[in-house]
């Protein structure tokens, strides 16, 4: 195996990726509910690869066994790409709050995934305490922090699985949060409690298909440096590179300090280096003048896209045989949790302007990315309108104080120390919740 094996994988994942955006083009039923091309070219390769085409047809796409290294490696991209240019705005009263009700969904959904995992294993041999920490990595951070965090797990040998659960877990999130997001938004509309009334049907046809016609095209950033001395996306790429390179330095230093770093993976400590520089330069206006935010985004959420497509083609099979009974008992737990917290809990937390918008909102961000929250906002909120899109929008940037212990720590420590994990994340969530309670009552009481 070589680099022409990495390009062949590279073709495939190419060809799933266009596909699915074809099919998103074409096909009412992926359109109404909002599939991702990532997705639909995932669950193809799935079917056009060895596993099911290869066992019953001769031809089929064959996947090297490098492709089971991408998630670990591009994570790494991805996560490198989290605090580079990103500028902390003012947080006001409404998105602390936001900010509360999120971190409290995000310990729920940690509690319930483990507590359910160990009722399970009762009944089912062999499923690991850890298994349980996977939902919030799915539902909450999507596929991306799904796969990486199952990577980890499975590197260590202790869920040889895990990244084949991880990222079922992230498909289940997506479309728990776009399907079931889309039959709140309906009983919203029949019931009149949005803020502002708008059908579906009147969504952008840019919107539904995927494909945005020419003249309705916009610009995905600026060029930093002249394409005759440097071509301007090299220039934004190298800046990430720079991450990934002190990241790996990062790494090598806390090994060296002590062997448990060992458990620490290469994508985490690029996440931290991206962090402590994004937060170090964010005044820098030397540091960001080099920096062109969308175009960094770009690079991020394109590296995401092959990374989803290529977890999901390959994803085994097996995986449903081996883990569907926790899988569906863990998932249905979390779905539910969440519902509760985002339409019940978050009347006697969040802000009476626009609370059922910011509800809906949190709803697809916990259920997917935050991507898949402002999804369904546009729905109910075209032109934003309401305080909402800021409110989880600012939150998800918050979100990172207490996620990033889970991603970077908790991940490694739920395999030697589990009771640890289990009871912090009991006295985090009793934290965050009553924080967001108390002070709700608080601003309820000024008619807030």
Same mark, same amino acid.
């Given at each position: ?38 997705? $639909? ?41 989290? #605090? ?14 936001? %900010? ?20 399970? +294993? ?7 305490? &850890? ?38 877990? +992230? ?10 997001? !889309? ?76 062997? #448990?770093?060992?458990? *620490? ?10 962090? $402590? ?13 080099? $920096? ?14 092959? !990374? ?30 969440? %519902? %509760?917290?985002?339409?019940? *809990? ?12 910011? +509800? ?7 259920? &997917? ?60 969530? #009793?934290?965050?919740?009553?924080? &967001?309670? %108390? ?10």
């Amino acid at each position: 195996m070589n680099l022409t094996t990495a390009l062949i994988d590279f073709a495939q994942i190419s060809l799933l990726l266009f596909i699915g955006a074809f099919l998103r083009k074409k096909v009412p039923v992926l359109q109404k509910y909002y599939m991702p091309a990532a997705l $639909i070219g995932g669950v193809l390769g799935m079917i056009l690869g060895p596993q099911v085409c290869g066992k019953y047809l001769p031809i089929s796409l064959n996947y090297s066994p490098l492709i089971k290294q991408w998630p670990g490696i591009l994570s790494c991209i991805i996560f490198s790409c989290s #605090f580079m240019g990103l500028k902390l705005d003012k947080v006001n009263k409404s998105a602390i709050q936001t %900010y509360f009700l999120a971190g409290s969904i995000h310990q729920m959904q940690i509690v319930v995934g483990l507590t359910l995992t160990f009722v399970v +294993g009762l009944f089912v041999k062999d499923l690991p305490f &850890g298994f349980g920490i996977l939902p919030v990595l799915g539902f909450y951070g999507g596929h991306g922090m799904a796969i990486a965090g199952g990577d980890i797990l499975a590197e260590a040998g202790y869920l040889p699985a895990g990244p084949d659960i991880g990222a079922t877990f +992230g498909t289940i999130g997506m479309l728990c949060g776009i399907i079931w997001g !889309m039959i709140i938004i309906n009983k919203a509309a029949d019931k009149g409690i949005t803020a502002i009334k708008m059908k579906r049907e009147d969504m952008p046809e840019s919107m539904m298909t995927g494909y945005i016609p020419p003249e309705e095209r916009k610009s995905i950033g600026r060029g930093v440096s002249s394409p005759a001395a440097l071509d301007p996306l090299a220039s934004q790429l190298l800046l990430v590179g720079l991450m990934v390179l002190f990241g790996y330095v990062i790494r090598n230093g806390l090994i060296m300090i002590h062997p #448990f770093f060992k458990n *620490l993976p290469l994508f985490a400590c690029c996440l931290i280096f991206s962090a $402590i520089f994004g937060i170090c330069t964010q005044n820098n206006k030397t540091v960001n003048a080099l $920096i062109e935010r969308p175009v960094i985004v770009r690079i991020s959420s394109c590296t995401l896209e092959y !990374m989803i497509t290529a977890a999901l083609a390959t994803t085994r099979l097996s995986v449903f045989a081996d883990y569907g009974i926790a899988l569906v008992v863990v998932s249905v737990g979390v779905a539910i949790g969440t %519902y %509760y917290f985002c339409f019940r *809990l978050a009347k006697k937390i969040l802000l009476k302007d626009g609370q059922f918008e910011t +509800g809906l909102g949190l709803f697809g961000q916990c259920c &997917g990315v935050l991507a898949t929250g402002l999804l369904l906002l546009k729905v109910v909120d075209p032109d934003f309108k309401t305080t909402a899109a800021a409110n989880i929008t600012s939150s998800s940037t918050l979100g990172y104080t207490y996620q990033l212990q889970y991603t970077i720590i908790f991940i490694a420590l739920i395999m030697t120390k589990p009771l640890f994990v289990y009871i912090y994340s009991w006295i985090l969530l #009793f934290l965050l919740m009553g924080c &967001g309670l %108390y002070f709700g009552k608080k601003l309820h009481a000024k008619g807030l």
